[in-house]
């Protein structure tokens, strides 16, 4: 596995700290959506949001996009599950190209903006429909982008995601999420030495106990009702007892190991809008088959496991009778 080390180490040398952590990427595209003469207007059918279905971080953004009816004004296109040499490359398509952008490889966008970009083309990324170019690749605001400024876009009767009067604590809990739990993976799963590895165990899983404590009289993270942070942790949870408990060694517990954690990720996964863009099989595929990824597996024989058994999600979730509003079934499953 000597060269599969060398490709992971190639991949994410320029994210690596010398005690063996590591350190979370710069984006490249950062101008905001909105009314303001520095930024990008909110036109209908004028972007196209790219993601790699194995990636939790563009899972969000396109449950979000999906929840609140966005799915009419801004088109969705995907990579292939792996990396090739120059980055993500739209392998599923016609001639190896994005049907819209006409682009085969991601790192066109980036190129475009930065000809001497060298760092890893991140998904997702919105592009601009007309210039070809990229817009934003800011996986952290792009669904709050989608929750305020596209409002007058929303379908009608969609969820609000980043109620008014929630709000400070919303950004409080999605900054702790980001860095304890989505990412918080990556630093146990990444990891180059046994310290950092330890120091991330147990942060990842300090935060998971926390997480089932806070849920254990809430139905979602905020009380009855799906907010931004819950199409966060989702992606996470999703993919953990599939790849992060095996291939990252995140192996305390599985999240189904936990009462209330694992009956709020099925209850959250049984929104027909979030299933449709889950993707269990993917998820193995892409953490056990890509070359970058693979000697963390270990899995020089190219094998993608056949357990666990997802067929469990389809169980009852058993957190109705936390809710209060009698409405809340009707709004998170209509």
């Given at each position: 596995?000597a060269?599969?080390?060398?490709?992971?180490?190639?991949t994410?040398?320029?994210?690596?700290?010398?005690?063996?952590?590591m350190?979370i990427q710069e984006?490249l595209?950062?101008?905001?959506?909105?009314?303001?003469?520095?930024?990008?207007?909110?036109?209908?059918?004028?972007?196209?949001?790219?993601?790699?279905?194995?990636?939790?971080?563009a899972?969000?953004?396109?449950i979000?996009r999906?929840?609140?009816g966005?799915?009419?004004?801004?088109?969705l296109?995907?990579?292939?599950?792996?990396?090739?040499?120059?980055?993500?490359?739209f392998?599923?398509?016609k001639d190896?190209?994005?049907?819209?952008?006409?682009?085969?490889?991601?790192?066109?966008?980036?190129t475009?903006e930065?000809?001497?970009?060298?760092?890893r083309?991140?998904?997702?990324?919105i592009?601009?429909?007309k210039?070809?170019k990229?817009?934003n690749?800011?996986?952290?605001?792009?669904?709050?982008?989608?929750?305020?400024?596209w409002k007058?876009?929303?379908?009608?009767n969609a969820?609000?995601?980043?109620p008014l009067?929630?709000?400070e604590?919303?950004?409080?809990m999605?900054?702790?999420?980001?860095?304890?739990?989505?990412?918080?993976v990556?630093d146990?799963?990444f990891?180059?030495?046994?310290?950092?590895y330890?120091?991330?165990?147990?942060?990842?899983?300090?935060a998971?106990?926390?997480?089932?404590?806070r849920l254990?009289?809430n139905?979602f993270?905020?009380?009855?009702?799906?907010?931004?942070?819950?199409?966060?942790?989702?992606?996470?949870?999703?993919?953990?007892?599939?790849?992060?408990y095996q291939?990252?060694?995140?192996?305390?517990?599985?999240?189904?190991d936990?009462?209330?954690?694992?009956?709020?990720?099925?209850?959250?996964?049984?929104v027909?809008?979030?299933?449709?863009?889950?993707?269990?099989e993917a998820y193995?595929k892409?953490?056990?088959l890509?070359?970058h990824?693979r000697?963390?597996?270990?899995?020089?024989?190219?094998?993608v496991?056949?357990?666990?058994?997802?067929?469990?999600w389809?169980?009852?979730?058993?957190?109705?009778?936390?809710?209060?509003?009698?409405?809340?079934k009707?709004?998170?499953?209509?």
């Amino acid at each position: 596995m000597a060269e599969g080390i060398e490709v992971f180490e190639n991949t994410f040398r320029h994210q690596m700290n010398e005690n063996g952590s590591m350190q979370i990427q710069e984006n490249l595209f950062l101008k905001k959506f909105g009314n303001g003469p520095d930024e990008w207007p909110v036109e209908k059918n004028r972007y196209r949001l790219l993601w790699m279905p194995a990636c939790p971080h563009a899972h969000k953004v396109v449950i979000a996009r999906k929840l609140l009816g966005l799915d009419s004004v801004i088109s969705l296109g995907a990579t292939g599950l792996f990396r090739e040499k120059d980055g993500w490359v739209f392998s599923e398509d016609k001639d190896g190209l994005d049907p819209v952008l006409k682009i085969h490889y991601l790192k066109e966008l980036y190129t475009r903006e930065d000809p001497d970009y060298k760092k890893r083309p991140t998904v997702p990324i919105i592009a601009d429909e007309k210039t070809k170019k990229g817009v934003n690749n800011d996986h952290f605001w792009i669904p709050i982008y989608l929750e305020t400024v596209w409002k007058p876009f929303h379908k009608k009767n969609a969820p609000d995601l980043y109620p008014l009067e929630f709000r400070e604590e919303i950004d409080k809990m999605n900054t702790f999420i980001f860095h304890r739990v989505n990412n918080g993976v990556y630093d146990l799963g990444f990891a180059r030495t046994q310290k950092a590895y330890d120091t991330a165990y147990d942060k990842l899983f300090e935060a998971l106990d926390y997480l089932e404590h806070r849920l254990e009289d809430n139905r979602f993270l905020f009380g009855d009702y799906i907010t931004d942070s819950d199409i966060r942790l989702y992606p996470t949870l999703a993919r953990f007892d599939v790849v992060y408990y095996q291939v990252f060694r995140a192996n305390r517990n599985r999240i189904r190991d936990y009462k209330n954690l694992w009956g709020y990720a099925k209850d959250l996964y049984q929104v027909p809008d979030i299933k449709e863009s889950t993707y269990f099989e993917a998820y193995k595929k892409h953490y056990q088959l890509s070359p970058h990824l693979r000697p963390l597996w270990g899995n020089q024989y190219a094998l993608v496991a056949k357990g666990p058994d997802n067929s469990v999600w389809e169980e009852e979730a058993g957190r109705e009778h936390l809710s209060k509003s009698p409405a809340q079934k009707f709004l998170i499953h209509a």
